[in-house]
């Protein structure tokens, strides 16, 4: 008896406890409820007169900027906006730009649209990137933040511009420039200031060097442009590489390098620029220095001597260690440890 009065009273108290405890969670719930109600019952920001009464529509835009809107209209982004697909894109001028009554009740003026991209623009510039990342933000533009160019204060408008009319129109335009041997458009990308590779060589004047080099990358011959291995918006890759690597970067072009060898070079498989100037070299192949001394940088004292050679040496002539080694990325020959065939 005594034990069966044990258990019923513990059943009893545990019970209680549940009780007790499932009362204090009802009191909790409450209390978030009661908040969310709270915050229903308050207007947003959208929701109120005075941001509802800001936009005045493309309409009104069109009153005095027939100009920019029929230049508009003939780009990507103006097409899109021709078929809105959500609710920023209805907006048309006033999505980038900002609501215009301010801009209207004023008469007109620069100073009182919210938002401007010209080089006066007193908007900063992550107020004006913000802009386009609203809709940009996806895509190529999705390792923006923290990229070399977000942390040097880029604005987009340094190489993008939007008002720019046909892509026909403006590739006429700029191939009457002087530079027009490179600026022959190696995309359809027509919004942008200037086209590859001129518009990045304006920052990169080292770059703008080395391609002038008499062993260079093809970019002058049109073949291949900055792109073709970075991304200007930004990667998780090193340099901005659209590659994971230097050696993927370059084997997607040169892929007779790639392999696999059974015998394989380690310092090519390492790394190509252990070897080669990426951009441009005075050197033949792209060498950062000259045969044999490439091969005697990691080869000090191994095999043949390191020290001066005459003129006439085989390891001087022509192509100095590939006379010999000529399978020097990599061997797939059962003797070729050596890369001699």
């Given at each position: 008896?005594?034990?069966?009065?044990?258990?019923?009273?513990?059943?009893?108290?545990?019970?209680?406890?549940?009780?007790?405890?499932?009362?204090?969670n009802?009191?909790?719930?409450?209390?978030?409820?009661?908040?969310?109600?709270?915050?229903?019952?308050?207007?947003?920001?959208?929701?109120?007169?005075?941001?509802?009464?800001?936009?005045v529509?493309?309409?009104?835009?069109?009153?005095?900027?027939?100009?920019?809107?029929?230049?508009?209209?003939?780009?990507?982004?103006?097409?899109?906006?021709?078929?809105?697909r959500?609710?920023?894109?209805?907006?048309?001028?006033?999505?980038?730009?900002?609501?215009?009554?301010?801009?209207?009740?004023?008469?007109?003026?620069?100073?009182?649209?919210?938002?401007?991209?010209?080089?006066?623009?007193?908007?900063?510039?992550?107020?004006?990137?913000?802009?386009?990342?609203?809709?940009?933000?996806k895509?190529?533009?999705?390792?923006?933040?923290?990229?070399?160019?977000?942390?040097?204060?880029?604005?987009?408008?340094?190489?993008?511009?939007?008002?720019?009319?046909?892509?026909?129109?403006?590739?006429?335009?700029?191939?009457?420039?002087?530079?027009?041997?490179?600026?022959?458009?190696?995309?359809?990308?027509?919004?942008?200031?200037k086209?590859?590779?001129?518009?990045?060589?304006d920052?990169?004047?080292?770059?703008?060097?080395?391609?002038?080099?008499?062993?260079?990358?093809?970019?002058?011959?049109?073949?291949?442009?900055?792109?073709?291995?970075?991304?200007?918006?930004?990667?998780?890759?090193?340099?901005?590489?659209?590659?994971?690597?230097?050696?993927?970067?370059?084997?997607?072009?040169?892929?007779?390098?790639?392999?696999?060898?059974?015998?394989?070079?380690?310092?090519?498989?390492?790394?190509?620029?252990?070897?080669?100037?990426?951009?441009?070299?005075?050197?033949?192949q792209?060498?950062?220095?000259?045969?044999?001394?490439?091969?005697?940088?990691?080869?000090?004292?191994?095999?043949?001597?390191?020290?001066?050679?005459?003129?006439?040496?085989?390891?001087?002539?022509?192509?100095?260690?590939?006379?010999?080694?000529?399978?020097?990325?990599?061997?797939?020959?059962?003797?070729?440890?050596?890369?001699?065939?």
């Amino acid at each position: 008896m005594n034990i069966r009065a044990a258990v019923v009273l513990a059943t009893l108290a545990s019970a209680a406890l549940l009780i007790e405890s499932g009362k204090n969670n009802s009191i909790h719930r409450v209390v978030p409820e009661a908040r969310a109600s709270r915050q229903q019952s308050r207007p947003t920001p959208a929701d109120t007169p005075k941001t509802s009464g800001d936009y005045v529509g493309t309409d009104a835009c069109i009153t005095c900027h027939d100009d920019s809107h029929q230049r508009f209209q003939e780009t990507p982004m103006g097409k899109a906006m021709a078929h809105p697909r959500n609710a920023l894109e209805k907006l048309g001028c006033e999505s980038c730009h900002g609501p215009g009554k301010s801009h209207v009740d004023a008469g007109g003026g620069k100073d009182t649209i919210p938002v401007r991209f010209s080089k006066d623009s007193r908007n900063s510039v992550e107020e004006q990137n913000s802009t386009c990342l609203s809709c940009h933000a996806k895509g190529a533009r999705l390792f923006w933040s923290g990229s070399p160019h977000q942390s040097r204060a880029i604005s987009c408008v340094d190489c993008h511009t939007v008002h720019y009319g046909s892509v026909a129109e403006k590739f006429a335009v700029q191939r009457l420039s002087s530079d027009a041997r490179y600026t022959s458009p190696l995309t359809t990308n027509a919004g942008v200031k200037k086209q590859q590779p001129e518009l990045c060589l304006d920052c990169h004047q080292m770059r703008r060097a080395q391609l002038q080099r008499s062993s260079h990358t093809p970019y002058r011959e049109g073949k291949v442009t900055c792109t073709s291995c970075h991304n200007p918006h930004g990667s998780p890759n090193p340099s901005q590489l659209v590659q994971a690597s230097v050696n993927e970067n370059c084997l997607s072009c040169h892929t007779e390098r790639r392999g696999p060898f059974l015998w394989e070079h380690p310092p090519v498989m390492e790394n190509c620029a252990n070897c080669h100037e990426a951009h441009g070299s005075n050197n033949p192949q792209l060498l950062k220095v000259r045969m044999p001394r490439v091969c005697d940088s990691c080869h000090v004292t191994s095999r043949h001597p390191t020290q001066a050679q005459p003129l006439q040496s085989v390891k001087n002539f022509n192509r100095g260690c590939t006379n010999c080694h000529v399978q020097i990325h990599g061997s797939n020959h059962p003797s070729g440890n050596a890369f001699l065939r």
